[in-house]
Nanobody, 123 residues
């Protein structure tokens, strides 16, 4: 069974740091692009950071200079290092990844979502 599992969320004071992990498991060949989204209470889910297969990254303006997305292809894992956290960073963080799978000899790409991990930043 292919799945994405997020971890690393929690409660932290403003100015603190957290590192989120998004690990892909199951019968996969690797991860293409990986993206972190955030959904704050009462708001729509929005993109936080994205990393491509070649390592190119882009960030939401609100997190530039504070968050860093990275990947470890040997572990099929995407990370989000969050520094200098602010109360407005509070929300459920979701990982989305395009996973490469073998389908009768062809490499196909499928999009998966993780279950989400709660990040709460207190002032």
């Amino acid at each position: 069974q292919v799945q994405l599992v997020e971890s690393g969320g929690g409660l932290v004071q403003a100015g603190g740091s957290l590192r989120l992990s998004c690990a892909a498991s199951g019968s996969i060949l690797g991860i293409n692009a990986g993206t972190w989204y955030r959904q704050a209470p009462g708001k729509e889910r929005g993109l936080v950071a994205k990393i491509t297969s070649s390592g190119n990254t882009n960030y939401a303006d609100s997190v530039k200079g504070r968050f860093t997305i990275s990947r470890d292809n040997t572990k099929n894992t995407v990370y989000l290092q969050m520094n200098n956290l602010k109360p407005e960073d509070t929300g459920v963080y979701y990982c989305n990844a395009n996973l490469l799978r073998d389908s009768s000899g062809r490499v196909l790409e499928y999009s998966y979502w993780g279950q989400g991990t709660q990040v709460t930043v207190s002032s």
